[in-house]
């Protein structure tokens, strides 16, 4: 995921989780199982947010699904297989044979009623109907929607069956408003409609704007990876190579907001995040989401290191 460079700071809001509830299956005990859809060859915190999820004992990782990102400067004319081909690597240099990789659709929807059929929206299809309602699998999505949205218009009766998280939009808490002018939701803006109109799906939402907060340093980066070859020095490499198109500022990349990575901590470190319930925006089906609203951003970084130490 990458989000334009906006700052908006508001942390109030309406009725709250607390900050120790759990958002997902780790309350029972068993790990949560997860997919995890990623537009992987766009920016770098995509690369940061699979290695930390891929080490993280609490997850069983059902399946990493590629996703498209079209609407990049840099977009190639098949941007899932980019990210598909990033997928694919980052297994390799990680030396896991055991996880499916499914390839996603390279193009968004065209209605809202139309899905765009691939191998991960099948994927998705078949994991969630192995699940019973009460336990379901969380579907986390780091780019566009497309995947996901096309799953539940394939087969709406996964609905039930799903929790989705999903990391876009800008979002201000203290008037609900939300702007859906934010790259991941531009990348497929029917998808995300039609995941706000469904009315039954479990809906999660780590805002740009929550997000922006989780800033990692590259002379951090460099003390903990460079040098130790594998994935480490590959995640160091891709900050350094990664043309960062979209401002100017900080030339010299000393520093990145890990966009993607604060949803995964937020998963793996309930207690490092909060999140309260807002209504859907006044364009889609009036319903409540749940919406992050405030991350503890040094814990996540440290959490982060630790969860590498063996990388």
Not at 45 to 55: G, K
Not at 107 to 121: G, H, N, Q
Not at 179 to 198: G, H, Q
Request: glycine share 4%; net charge negative.
């Amino acid at each position: 995921m990458r989000a334009f460079t906006k700052i908006i700071v508001l942390y109030a809001g309406y009725s709250m989780f607390s900050a120790g509830t759990p958002v997902s299956g780790q309350d029972n005990g068993n790990p949560t199982s997860l997919i995890i859809d990623a537009d992987t060859a766009n920016e770098i915190d995509d690369l940061y947010a699979l290695a930390r999820a891929l080490r993280e004992p609490k997850f069983k990782v059902l399946g990493i699904t590629s996703a498209q990102f079209h609407t990049s400067p840099l977009a190639s004319k098949n941007t899932v297989q980019e990210s598909q081909q990033l997928n694919e690597k980052i297994f390799q240099l990680m030396q896991i044979q055991d996880i499916p990789l499914p390839l996603g659709s390279n193009i968004p929807l065209v209605d809202r009623s139309t899905p765009s059929i691939s191998e991960a929206s099948n994927f998705i299809i078949a994991q969630a109907q192995k699940f019973k309602e009460r336990n379901p699998p969380d579907i986390v999505i780091l780019g566009s929607c497309t995947n996901v949205a096309s799953a539940i218009l394939q087969d709406p009766t996964i609905i039930p069956k799903i929790r989705v998280h999903y990391v876009g939009f800008w979002h201000d808490p203290v008037h609900n408003t939300f702007n859906k002018e934010e790259f991941n939701s531009r990348n497929d803006p029917i998808a995300v409609d039609v995941l706000l109109n469904t009315k039954e799906l479990d809906f999660n939402v780590m805002t740009a704007t929550t997000s922006q907060h989780l800033i990692f340093d590259k002379a951090e980066v460099d003390l903990h990876l460079k040098g130790k070859g594998g994935i480490a020095d590959y995640l160091v490499n891709r900050w350094e190579t990664y043309y960062r198109w979209w401002t100017k500022e900080d030339p010299e990349k000393r520093q990145w907001i890990m966009w993607d990575l604060a949803l995964i901590e937020a998963l793996a470190r309930p207690e490092l995040a909060q999140k309260k319930y807002f209504r859907t925006p006044e364009e889609n089906t009036p319903r409540t989401i749940s919406v992050y609203t405030k991350i503890n951003v040094e814990q996540m970084i440290e959490d982060f290191w630790q969860s590498l130490k063996k990388i």
